[in-house]
Structure formats: structure tokens, C-alpha cells
């Protein structure tokens, strides 16, 4: 069974920065793919970004230039560095775990909020 426990979230003022942490326990592949998305309310989760094991990213066009995730595979630990957050940044942000022929790991969830 894997586990992924999240930390970083919090407030913070417009333009500020936040570095998202997620760190994945349990059985796992070397070959996954982790990533994140956001759910702003009474919206749909929507996806931010993606890693996969090989390090190729892909983000949400919306954040592009602002956010950047990365990983250590040793720690089993993925990143979402943000900057220049925007107040429609604010939302419930997970992360995810894919494995081959595995179902979907989900954290649960980490606040952010950009408020002045």
C-alpha cells in the first residue's frame, strides 16, 4: 500500500512564493509518474503539473514560467515550487501518485491560499 503525505500549503500575499512538498511511502515502482492538481471551490480538480520517473514535466498553461515541479527519486519526494502566485492560484491542491497496473494514489490535500 503506498502512502503520500503533503506539506507546504498555507497564505500567502500575491506575488509571494510557496514550495508544495509531497512525499510518497509504501511500495513503489521504479517507474511512476507524480504530479499535482488544484481544486478551487465548486470547481473540478484540474490538473497542474506532472513528472515522470524519467524527469519529463508538464504543467497547466497557466502556470507556466511560474510554477516548476521537480522530484527526488530517492526520497520518493515530489516539488512544486510556485511564485508569483495570483489570488486564482488559491485552492485545495493534491498530489498523485501513478504506478504500472496500479490504481491512482491520492494525498490529502494541502491548502494554499494568495490573499492580501
Known amino acids: 500500500q503506498v502512502q503520500l503525505v503533503e506539506s507546504g500549503g498555507g497564505l500567502v500575499q500575491p506575488g509571494g512564493s510557496l514550495r508544495l512538498s509531497c512525499a510518497a511511502s509504501?511500495?513503489?515502482?521504479?517507474?511512476?509518474?507524480m504530479g499535482w492538481y488544484w481544486q478551487a471551490p465548486e470547481k473540478q480538480r484540474e490538473l497542474v503539473a506532472t513528472i515522470t520517473s524519467g524527469g519529463s514535466t508538464n504543467y497547466e498553461n497557466s502556470v507556466k514560467g511560474r510554477f516548476t515541479i521537480s522530484r527526488d527519486n530517492a526520497k520518493n519526494t515530489v516539488y512544486l515550487q510556485m511564485n508569483s502566485l495570483k489570488p486564482e492560484d488559491t485552492a485545495v491542491y493534491y498530489c498523485?501518485?501513478?504506478?504500472?497496473?496500479?490504481?491512482?494514489?491520492w494525498g490529502q490535500g494541502t491548502q494554499v491560499t494568495v490573499s492580501s
Open positions: 509504501g511500495s513503489i515502482s521504479s517507474i511512476y509518474t
Open positions: 498523485f501518485l501513478d504506478q504500472p497496473r496500479r490504481t491512482r494514489t
